[in-house]
């Protein structure tokens, strides 16, 4: 799973979109996989299909796994709508608080990545920072900050990527 997350993450960054989708759905014609569900929605927002993406994030979003990133990435989505639903906006801000404290890692992680790749580098840091805290610096973890550092748009925060 960490090879196909890597995959993703490449692609992300060189704007394969269609890419992204190809794998998930492969991967997803072997066993139901939330987070391949969460990319493969990314993929489908970054082609131009918003409502498909917000389809396929409301078939996982209450899946431990993504609960967070889905609220996130739902949010993030609906605000990029034409005519955003803000009921749905406003129902999921409320439970942002919730699904954070109910995170797992994983989760965490996930949405720690999806905010990287859409520029909220502080928020994305702030995660990132909690897994680093709760699991005493894992490899993945330390890895992304690096990441968001040398992303951002400061240069003194590029500076502490090394």
């Known amino acids: 799973m960490d090879k196909i997350l890597v995959t993703i ?44 993406a917000i389809r396929e994030l409301q078939k996982v979003q209450d899946r431990r796994e993504v609960s967070l990133s889905s609220a996130h990435a739902l949010i993030f ?13 406003d129902t999921l801000s409320l439970e942002l608080d919730s699904r954070e404290e109910m995170a797992s890692d994983k989760d965490l992680m996930v949405a720690a990545t999806f905010l990287w790749h859409c520029q909220q580098f502080k928020r994305a840091g702030q995660y990132t920072q909690k897994i680093i805290d709760n699991t005493g610096g894992s490899q993945n973890s ?8 040398l992303s951002a748009p400061k240069e003194e925060l590029q500076m502490k990527s090394v």
Do not use: M
């Open 9 to 52: 993450n490449y692609y992300v960054r060189e704007k394969f979109w269609c890419s992204i989708r190809r794998l998930c759905d492969d991967e997803l014609r072997k066993g139901q996989d939330p987070i391949l569900t969460f990319w493969k929605a990314f993929g489908c927002y970054k082609e131009g299909n918003v409502t498909e």
């Open 77 to 89: 989505y609906h605000d990029q709508c034409r005519n955003p639903d803000q009921e749905a906006i």
């Open 142 to 149: 330390v890895c992304l900050k690096g990441w968001i550092f």
